[in-house]
């Protein structure tokens, strides 16, 4: 059973950083695509990073680029988001989410536009960054 679990959430102020994690169970996180996703409240949920299963390229929104790092420890089977330079607008819930194989979001940065295409997804946590 495919299981994910997120931590790392919290209360940060701005132009601080956060570190994210995503532990996998009942699969092998390295040959899947892995997104990170986040939802502000009124607002719909969007790609923050992803990697592809196709290549492990990794895949950044521009709301984040140059702040955000994703990266995968395979032997934990936990892939990790790293935030710094936090801004208010960073503020939502963030999920992670895999699938085994769809073509949409196996190639290139298909994986962060086709958010709705994953299959499993955690129950998200919380970042909220304000002063």
């Known amino acids: 059973q495919v299981q994910l679990v997120e931590s790392g959430g919290g209360l940060v102020q701005p132009g601080g950083s956060l570190r994210l994690s995503c532990a996998a169970s009942?699969?092998?996180?390295?040959?899947?695509?892995i997104g990170w996703f986040r939802q502000a409240p009124g607002k719909e949920r969007e790609g923050v990073s992803c990697?592809?299963?196709?290549?492990?390229?990794?895949h950044y929104a521009d709301s984040v680029k140059g702040r955000a790092t994703i990266s995968r420890d395979n032997t934990k089977n936990t892939v990790y988001l790293q935030m710094n330079v936090l801004k208010p607008e960073d503020t939502a819930v963030y999920y992670c989410a895999t699938d085994p194989g769809k073509p949409t979001i196996a190639y290139g940065s298909s994986c962060l536009r086709n958010l709705y295409d994953y299959d499993y997804w955690g129950q998200g946590t919380q970042v909220t960054v304000s002063s």
């Open positions: 009942g699969f092998t996180l390295d040959s899947y695509a």
């Open positions: 990697i592809s299963s196709s290549d492990g390229s990794t």
